[in-house]
C-alpha cells in the first residue's frame, strides 16, 4: 500500500525546505553583494522585493542588506535588556552610516523644521558636519527618515544590524536545520564579544 497523503506531506516538506533554502542562499549573495547570482537562486522563491533588488544590481546608496529569519536580542548581563530571547524578521535595508549633521542641514534647509539647540542659525558648525547628528529626539528623526523616504529601524532590527554576523559559506539544508535547532548566541558588540575602548562612540 502507498499512503498517497503521507507522500503529498513529504513532498510539501521538501517544496518548503528547498523554498527556504532558496531564500537563504539569495540572502547570502545578496549581504556578499553577489548580485547576479541572488537573481539566479531567488528566481523560484517567493521574495518579489528581494529579486527586484537582485536584478537592480545593486542597493540604495549607504544601505546595507540585513538577511530575515530569527535573530537573538536581548542581554543576559544587563537586567533592562534581558532575556536574551529570538525574533524573527523580515529582510530590511538600513544606513551603514548614522545621519551625518551635512544630512540633516540639509533636512532642516528643506523643511523649514527646528534646528538642534546647539548649532548655529539652522547651521551646524564646520567641524561637525561629518559627524553623527545628536541633539535630536525620536520624533525629529523619525520626520527625517520620512523626509529621506525611510523610516526608523524597530528596537530589535537595530541590534540584529549591529549584531549580524556574514556567513561565512553559502546555506545547505543540514545547516539551515542546524541553525533552527541551536541558535547561534550573538556578539555582544558589533566587532566581537570584547569592549575596545575607542570603538565606541561616549557622551
Not at 544606513?95 to 548649532?119: G, I, M, N
Request: glycine share 8%.
Amino acid at each position: 500500500m502507498i499512503d498517497l497523503a503521507e507522500l503529498e506531506e513529504t513532498a510539501g516538506d521538501r517544496r518548503r525546505g528547498e523554498s527556504a533554502l532558496a531564500l537563504a542562499r539569495g540572502q547570502y549573495h545578496l549581504v556578499g553583494g553577489r548580485f547576479d547570482e541572488a537573481a539566479r537562486v531567488l528566481e523560484g522563491a517567493a521574495a518579489p522585493a528581494l529579486l527586484a533588488f537582485a536584478r537592480a544590481g545593486s542597493l540604495p546608496k549607504g544601505m546595507v542588506f540585513v538577511p530575515g529569519g530569527v535573530h537573538g536580542v536581548g542581554s543576559m548581563e544587563n537586567p533592562d535588556e534581558g532575556p536574551l530571547h529570538p525574533v524573527r524578521l523580515e529582510p530590511f535595508l538600513i544606513d551603514r552610516c548614522e545621519v551625518s549633521c551635512a544630512e540633516y542641514a540639509e533636512f532642516v534647509r528643506d523643511t523649514d523644521h527646528a534646528a538642534p539647540a546647539a548649532w548655529g542659525p539652522d547651521a551646524p558648525p564646520v567641524e561637525l558636519l561629518d559627524r553623527p547628528v545628536t541633539g535630536v529626539t525620536w520624533y525629529d528623526a523619525a520626520r527625517y527618515a520620512r523626509w529621506a523616504g525611510k523610516r526608523l529601524p524597530t528596537e530589535e532590527e537595530w541590534e540584529a544590524a549591529a549584531r549580524f554576523e556574514v556567513p561565512d559559506r553559502e546555506p545547505t539544508l543540514e545547516s539551515l536545520a542546524l541553525a533552527a535547532e541551536q541558535p547561534k548566541t550573538p556578539r555582544t558588540f558589533p566587532w566581537g564579544d570584547t569592549f575596545v575602548d575607542g570603538l565606541v562612540a561616549k557622551s
